[in-house]
Nanobody, 124 residues
């Protein structure tokens, strides 16, 4: 299972970016998908997540400024970020809980996979 994130870049304060993350490989389905970020010198934080059914969570630092969505048919999640601030500068990465077969008796297992991250830089 591989995750490919894209859409990062350099934007001025107040601008917008849309990140995408596509899951590929061998899996039965994708449960929760999430977006995380890590700024220099700070811990990685979960900023948004979405269940397969569409229930969402937003971190306090971004709520009201970002929108997470997903296309289950494309195994892709999107993060629309608006009103960006210099404090949003970070490496953004995605995660996905992939359900895969486990053993010979139709059992399954769910593991979380991570993408490589995409840099978002917001200039003042």
């Amino acid at each position: 299972v591989q995750l490919q994130a894209s859409g990062g870049g350099l934007v001025q304060a107040g601008g917008s970016l849309r990140l995408s993350c596509t899951v590929s490989g061998s899996f039965l389905s994708i449960n929760d998908m999430g977006w995380h970020r890590q700024a220099p010198g700070k811990q990685r934080e979960l900023i948004a997540s979405i269940t397969r059914g569409g229930s969402v969570y937003y971190g306090d630092s971004v709520e009201g400024r970002v929108t997470i969505s997903r296309d289950n048919a494309k195994s892709t999640t999107y993060l629309q970020m608006d009103h960006l601030e210099p404090e949003d500068t970070a490496v953004y990465s995605c995660s996905a809980a992939a359900v895969r077969p486990s053993g010979w008796n139709s059992a399954t297992r769910t593991d979380t996979y991570w993408g490589q991250g995409t840099q978002v830089t917001v200039s003042s």
